[in-house]
């Protein structure tokens, strides 16, 4: 995942993108409670002092990561948003595709249960996004949702999504993000 700011030094992007990706390698190895800053910066191979110099801790890295991841998919879902008023498949095909892209980062921050900030953030995202979901479809004559209470569909539609997604990451992804998302949206239609 690369977030990219004109203003930010091309050195400080890459640093992160290297404790990024040392995390990550290490989270695929072992728990959470073994990780120390020193043997992220060994395997990113930079200083222990250039960690400090972008994150307090491991936990202010992972929150900043899991900001990015957000930042990432709001930007996913902001230049394809003309696409969400026709159908909602193209919009979720290409979430599923950023997913797809950056699997590596997202098998191991939502498969894992020790971690649960990625996958927060995630449901609150798509908790956002269906209720603006449910906002528009609101007095649409062939809206079956009517008479659902709103709460209660935004849980369960987000949490409908996160565990799909999850089950597919987990299974090496079996199917496109194309497929996938359309049999997600004949889902949600029946």
Do not use: C
Not at 25 to 35: A, F, Q, V
Not at 40 to 64: G, Q, S, W
Not at 150 to 162: F, N, V
Not at 176 to 182: G, I, N
Request: glycine share 2%.
């Amino acid at each position: 995942m690369n977030k990219t700011t004109s203003r930010t030094d091309p050195r400080i992007l890459r640093t992160r993108q290297l404790l990024r990706n040392a995390v990550i390698e290490l989270l695929e190895e072992m728990d959470i409670e073994k990780i120390s800053v020193n043997r992220i910066a060994e395997r990113a191979k930079i200083n222990r002092v250039t960690f400090y110099l972008h994150y307090r801790d491991l936990p202010d890295m992972l929150e900043k990561m899991a900001d990015d991841m957000v930042e990432d998919i709001h930007q996913v879902v902001n230049n394809h948003s003309e696409l969400a008023d026709k159908e909602d498949w193209p919009l979720l095909e290409n979430l599923l595709k950023h997913i797809e892209e950056n699997a590596r980062f997202y098998k191991v921050i939502l498969t894992s249960r020790q971690i649960t900030i990625f996958t927060d953030r995630l449901f609150k995202l798509l908790s956002e996004m269906i209720a603006e979901r449910l906002e528009r479809k609101q007095g649409d004559p062939g809206d079956s949702s009517a008479n659902i209470q709103r709460e209660i569909a935004i849980w369960y539609g987000s949490a409908a999504l996160i565990g799909t997604i999850v089950a597919w990451l987990r299974k090496d992804m079996p199917y496109t993000p194309s497929y996938l998302a359309r049999q997600i949206t004949l889902l949600r239609s029946q």
